[in-house]
């Protein structure tokens, strides 16, 4: 059974703050027909959230989330001359704000190996696993 969700206006988001969503579980008794309480399935009742549009990080993670389209600022020439437009919009896609781009840039542009690459970016914060898969992407 999917789980119900009811929304009142108390429970009407507003754009920056997140809807927390509390399961209450639903224990039924035995029906009519002969069903045993202890197979009936909890039923939750959860609350939607609010659907993100993007999130904008530094190579420290996620510090906000935006809930709708913002203007749009074109990448650094820098950036798309180095990494190409479509490598760009992959990292702007992924919510990484100019100037990370352009520490990714400078990153890359310095960097002879993926461990280079990966552990000047790790000293600011970006996770191994991210700064290999970007090598592989930017390489690819």
Known sequence: MLPETSLTSEDSPSPALPVASTPTVNNPTSSATGSCPSMAQPMLVVAPSPIIYTHVCTLHGVIESQFYVSNWVPPPKAATDVLGIHRVKYLEAHGY???????????????????????????????????????????L
């Open 97 to 139: 704000v100019q100037s990370t781009i352009a520490d990714i840039v400078e990153a890359y542009c310095t960097s002879y190996t993926d461990q280079d690459f990966t552990l000047s970016l790790a000293q600011s914060g970006l996770p191994l696993a991210e700064g290999f898969f970007m090598w592989y992407l930017f390489n």
